[in-house]
Nanobody
Framework: QVQLVESGGGLVQAGGSLRLSCAAS????????MAWYRQAPGKQRELVAR???????VYADSVKGRFTISRDNTKNTVYLQMNSLKSEDTGVYYC????????WGQGTQVTVSS
């Protein structure tokens, strides 16, 4: 079954931390570049970070130095460690391939209170 399941979101105060997880089916994960995206209310979905199968990473300027993407290739899981959270980080977070998107999962809500 082709699927993506995100978890780990929640309500946190500004300056706090959260760790998101995304379990993917093997057909999605494989050796593909995986990425985290987010969608704030009333805005388009945007790329937050991506990671190759070898661990090379790229981040959006807005999260550099605060977020860390990682992956466990043995578990078909990608993570997003989010530190020093800001109110503008609020949104629904999704994972997917960086290209050739699979059907989106339900996402996980992150709410940062100021």
């Amino acid at each position: 079954q082709v699927q993506l399941v995100e978890s780990g979101g929640g309500l946190v105060q500004a300056g706090g931390s959260l760790r998101l997880s995304c379990a993917a089916s093997r057909s999605i994960f494989g050796t593909n570049i995986m990425a985290w995206y987010r969608q704030a209310p009333g805005k388009q979905r945007e790329l937050v970070a991506r990671i190759t199968s070898g661990g090379s990473t790229v981040y959006a300027d807005s999260v550099k130095g605060r977020f860390t993407i990682s992956r466990d290739n043995t578990k078909n899981t990608v993570y997003l460690q989010m530190n020093s959270l800001k109110s503008e980080d609020t949104g629904v977070y999704y994972c997917n391939r960086y290209s050739s998107w699979s059907p989106w999962g339900q996402g996980t809500q992150v709410t940062v209170s100021s």
